[in-house]
């Protein structure tokens, strides 16, 4: 599935946080690592009122950028194939570019370099939004290095786009013998045309043989979906779990990660139902955002869905 992981680094330590999980993705897949340091001369040279940028002060952000590499060197030294580049350039379009020439690209969420932000939220939105190739992105404040996922999640609303992170999913899960959960969430509150409309949702206002009218048909295609997916899952050998769940969309997705200890979130970055969009890119964005464990983001390019 992977053979070349691309790790963007500022040295924080978020960003060290997601390199650790790069390097067991990696070793799960016997893939290679490259570590990629980016100096943003353009966000530096606000520092200057001449609005320039020095060569000795440049030539000190590129010793920067390579000790916040050179760390990630030594661990991944050993385990796998490893390799570096320390570049300039804006963070976000650097990265992007250099994903072409890897299969997976493995960031924190919240990195800060001694200048500005080098891999800040913003950053890794844009770079899930345009990455030729899947992304994980890795928030949270633990201090432990990864070691492997016991329990996978894939959310789905049925539609080709979500399934787009079936496969990617079930590797994972695969590489890590793990537990493969999948959720459906139905979005009740879209049902009854209320604003706010995302993945999930139980509204009020929804009760009521009307409402339940319009439920049952929601669930029933919640249990396909889930069902499919289980099945793939289960053909790979794995132990699966199937939850149909009702709320809004990213909260239920936020909750559901807590509660069932899931490490490891695979998803479509687009997806729709038949009454309207679940799995959006703002859903993927508020998961990456809210939870504090990987989120492998899979956009849904090939399945035709809009942007």
Not at 70 to 79: K, M, N
Not at 211 to 239: C, F, H, W, Y
Request: glycine share 12%.
């Amino acid at each position: 599935m992977y053979e070349s992981i691309l790790v963007p680094t500022d040295g924080s330590p978020t960003a060290d946080l997601a390199a650790d999980h790069a390097l067991a993705l990696a070793e799960a897949f016997d893939a290679s690592v490259t570590v990629l340091g980016v100096v943003d001369a353009s966000e530096a040279a606000g520092a200057f009122d001449a609005g320039g940028v020095d060569d000795e002060y440049l030539d000190g952000l590129e010793t920067e950028a390579r000790r916040s590499v050179d760390p990630v060197i030594e661990r991944a030294e050993g385990r796998v194939s490893v390799d570096a580049a320390v570049v300039e350039g804006d963070p976000a379009e650097t990265i992007v570019d250099r994903a072409t020439d890897h299969d997976l690209v493995v960031l924190g969420t919240h990195g800060r370099s001694a200048v500005g932000r080098v891999l800040a939220g913003s950053t890794s939105a844009q770079v899930v939004r345009e990455s030729p190739v899947p992304v994980v992105t890795v928030g949270g404040d633990d201090t432990e290095p990864a070691s492997g996922y016991d329990d996978v999640l894939i959310p789905t609303d049925g539609s080709d786009a979500a399934e787009v992170a079936v496969d990617h999913g079930i590797a994972v899960a695969d590489a890590f013998d793990a537990t493969l959960h999948t959720a459906y969430v139905v979005d009740v509150g879209a049902l009854a045309g209320g604003a706010g409309v995302t993945v999930g949702g139980g509204a009020p206002g929804t009760t009521g043989a009307a409402g339940s009218d319009l439920l049952k048909p929601m669930i029933q295609n919640g249990e396909e979906a889930t069902q499919r997916v289980a099945d793939r899952a289960r053909d790979a050998g794995l132990e699966v779990a199937m939850d149909v769940l009702e709320g809004s969309p990213g909260s239920t997705l936020v909750n559901y990660v807590e509660e069932e200890d899931i490490d490891f979130v695979a998803m479509g970055t687009h997806g729709h139902t038949g009454l309207d969009r679940v799995l959006l890119g703002s859903t993927t964005e508020r998961t990456v955002r809210n939870v504090s464990v990987p989120v492998l983001s899979v956009r849904a390019i090939e399945a035709g869905a809009g942007e």
